[in-house]
């Protein structure tokens, strides 16, 4: 798995790069994002996940309990995102999600994936660490897939 996720970052690094900038404003099928708003999200999930997980802070974290109340603060924490991070140009975006990409490799290298956890929105009690991570890895993919379908590609 572990290689699958340094694989997949350096074809989504070489993707952006190769981007006009006319390129990264293009709709995507998330509706309400265009690639720009696409990848700043991909930024935000890892920066997000070495905050929360492998540094154990905690301050942001949404502690909602109902599913509809998670989700509506999970879609306006992550608008939030979007705007404050809309400024960025797409060498900065691109150098830090090379950056985030080479610390979670380190990180998940420190990872026992047979271990268990506690994944919030998958059950109240413990559940394999590789569900956490697979399900990143789904994310991501479906997020790629999202920019990629934009015709950016």
């Known amino acids: ?38 990848v700043l999200h991909l930024l935000d999930d890892d920066l997000g996940w070495l905050s929360r997980l492998r540094d154990r802070e905690l301050s ?14 999970l879609n306006a924490k992550n608008q939030r995102w979007i705007l404050g991070t809309w400024g960025l140009s797409p060498r900065v975006i691109i150098d830090l999600l090379e950056w985030s990409g080479n610390e979670m490799d380190r990180w998940w290298a420190t990872i026992d994936l047979m271990d268990s956890g506690g994944v919030n929105w998958a059950s109240d009690g413990e559940v394999p660490r ?21 015709g950016a590609c």
Do not use: C
Request: charged content about 25%.
């Open 1 to 38: 798995m572990r290689s699958y996720l340094k694989e997949e970052r350096s074809e989504l690094l070489q993707l952006l790069s190769s981007l006009t900038a006319e390129e990264w404003m293009l709709p995507t099928a998330a509706a309400e994002w265009n690639v720009k708003g696409v």
């Open 60 to 73: 942001g974290r949404l502690d909602v309990h109902e599913y509809r109340s998670f989700v509506d603060a």
């Open 130 to 150: 590789t569900l956490d991570i697979a399900i990143q890895v789904r994310a991501g993919s479906f997020d790629f897939w999202e920019f990629s379908s934009s």
